[in-house]
């Protein structure tokens, strides 16, 4: 293995030898493990990394954390710490451990133990693969459940035959993999998976691990893939009783991949979107309104989070027929769209574009061609239009501070937007008129 780590970034190796130099001026045993070392083997990019120490991985942690002069947040309860360093890099850092389910579905008591007993403890084979960096032996491939095997043979394999009934998460988790790198579930791991779902194992997760599951598929480079592997084998009951992906629905993400694609090829310095959120509002929005508050009550979104799923799905008829009319001022689209979120109105332009079928919009080609118009002129001309105006040069005008400044800058704006005005003194203009 010490031919793959020579090949990693330089960044990546320093940190390697770094963590591996704390590590034996403090006696204590460290190794990758996890998706770390099944990406390396891989040759997939990932710039997370994993550790194991054997000993006390949160003082471990600190010793790095104070060495790199970083942020360190730490997870007592499981003997975790997180480092985060810049650079989008991360070591997640764990002491060597055991793991026992008291009741199936529930978090698990934890008590320390050496490197083999918490490879046990993982998911599937292809994530209990570890790599040592002790000095004595540095670059030791550990393999004890036949991992590498099943990455050679494109398999996803769990560890044990109650894996998914400790932890329904996994069968997620079998799904996301399985997606990612386009391989299989193995036969017997497929007919656990099965099983626990009969047993409706994923209903007793707590909702919040639920959520973070679901949101981790979400945000796959494909989720329309994943979405349809959740049908084929699971269903969507975890989530609603009532959520099917039946042809509309499948057709209005595919709409949304779409416009998703396109926001992110036209605008790569704009803020990034939620896409998983995207994705999850286009995912139940079939369902009515009040099974959707519950959806968002029951998976404990955030207030910020459940606001857009219910400011889309209150979006008034009236609203679309307006945005589809051919002759509408700047101002008007612009009063419209903006009080919205970036992620509202990418769902409105995918679902009502010209790409998706009149019967699943609602309105005939030509409406659409216009709504479609108006938003990306929304995008592209009038979100961020500024003023050249301040309060200044009001004040300037022999105008007092107040509440009315607001509405002199809006009126102004709109004059702007719908061209009335372009340069700084034809903004005063038009105040002095007003004046």
């Not at 049908?231 to 416009?259: D, H, P």
């Not at 992620?343 to 790409?355: D, N, Q």
Request: with cysteine; hydrophobic share 40%; aromatic share 10%.
């Amino acid at each position: 293995m010490k031919n793959y780590l020579n090949n990693l970034p330089k960044e990546l190796q320093e940190l390697i030898y770094l963590a591996a130099d704390i590590a034996s001026k403090n006696n204590m045993a460290v190794y990758l493990v996890g998706g770390f070392v099944r990406d390396l083997i891989l040759g997939v990019k990932n710039l997370d990394l994993d550790i194991v120490v054997e000993g006390d991985g949160i003082k471990f942690a600190e010793a790095l954390s104070g060495k790199l002069n970083v942020g360190l947040i730490r997870h007592r309860r499981f003997g975790t710490a997180t480092v985060i360093l810049k650079k989008h890099l991360k070591v997640d850092i764990a002491t060597a451990r055991q793991e026992y389910y008291p009741q199936p579905a529930h978090l698990p008591e934890v008590t320390c133990g050496v490197l083999k007993d918490d490879l046990m403890r993982r998911d599937f084979t292809i994530n209990a693969m570890a790599i040592s960096i002790n000095p004595q032996d540095f670059g030791r491939f550990i393999d004890c459940f036949g991992g590498r095997q099943d990455l050679a043979d494109k398999k996803i394999r769990v560890l044990h035959n109650l894996s998914f009934i400790d932890d329904p998460t996994r069968i997620l988790r079998a799904i996301r993999f399985e997606q990612r790198y386009n391989f299989k579930i193995e036969t017997n791991t497929l007919s656990f998976l099965r099983q626990a779902n009969r047993l409706k194992m994923l209903e007793k997760v707590s909702r919040e691990r639920l959520r973070d599951e679901l949101i981790l598929i979400l945000k796959e480079g494909r989720p329309l893939k994943q979405l349809i592997r959740i049908k084929e084998l699971i269903g969507f009951g975890f989530i609603n009783s009532g959520l099917l992906l039946s042809k509309n629905t499948l057709a209005s993400l595919k709409s949304i991949e779409r416009q998703i694609n396109w926001f992110k090829m036209k605008y790569p310095k704009r803020r990034h979107l939620d896409t998983w959120l995207i994705y999850f509002i286009g995912l139940i929005d079939a369902l009515n309104i009040n099974n959707i508050k519950l959806i968002c009550k029951k998976f404990a979104f955030r207030r910020g989070e459940e606001k857009r799923v219910l400011t889309y799905k209150k979006l008034k008829p009236k609203f679309i027929k307006e945005l589809s009319r051919d002759k509408i001022k700047p101002s008007r689209v612009f009063s419209l769209l903006e009080p919205l979120s970036y992620e509202v109105i990418i769902l409105i332009k995918a679902k009502f574009s010209p790409l998706t079928s009149p019967a699943l919009a609602g309105q005939n080609a030509g409406e659409n061609q216009n709504l479609k118009k108006h938003i990306e002129d929304f995008f592209e001309i009038y979100n961020g239009m500024r003023l050249y105006i301040s309060g200044a040069d009001l004040y300037k005008l022999g105008l007092a501070p107040g509440p009315y400044y607001q509405k002199i800058f809006h009126r102004v704006l709109n004059a702007k937007l719908d061209g009335l005005v372009k340069t700084k003194k034809e903004e005063l203009e038009l105040i002095k008129k007003w004046s």
